[in-house]
């Protein structure tokens, strides 16, 4: 099953890398609809963006890192931490997709604010998964 690990890790790396562009993303969006005065139109990129690359990674993280759990019969106290790590991601994923869905409305009030706070969450869930991952080894049980 060394596929299906690479399948996790790549899947991961992607939805790692989209929780932290995201918010740039948005920061970006939001500056130019406050610039643009009358011609307001959507920017598609932030909708596109989580759609078409954030959800399908993080999708794919998770169904192969279950199918690991499964297949292997991983458990161990590192195991509940790690997931609590991933539940920060994923409250982060929806908070961003929240905030694009903010932000094509035209609703601009405390999506700065948000923006950051999405990001702060998403950065701890990353770091703590990664030092789970990275202190498995040392035999948690």
Not at 12 to 29: S, T
Not at 100 to 113: A, D
Request: one cysteine or more; aromatic letters at 10%; proline letters at 5%.
């Amino acid at each position: 099953m060394p596929w299906l690990k690479v399948l996790h890790i790549a899947a991961l790396v992607i939805w790692c890398g989209a929780l932290l562009y995201l918010p740039a993303l948005l920061n970006h969006a939001l500056q130019l609809r406050k610039d643009a005065g009358f011609a307001q139109g959507t920017p598609p990129m932030p909708r596109f963006f989580y759609n078409s690359i954030a959800t399908p990674a993080a999708l794919a993280a998770i169904a192969s890192g279950t199918l690991l759990f499964l297949l292997h019969g991983l458990l161990g106290g590192w195991l509940i931490l790690k997931l609590g790590a991933v539940v920060l991601m994923v409250v982060a994923h929806g908070c961003l997709g929240w905030l694009v869905l903010r932000l094509e409305m035209g609703i601009y009030r405390g999506v700065k604010t948000a923006t950051l706070l999405a990001f702060l969450l998403a950065v701890a869930g990353i770091l703590s998964v990664l030092g789970l991952v990275l202190a498995k080894p040392l035999d948690w049980s």
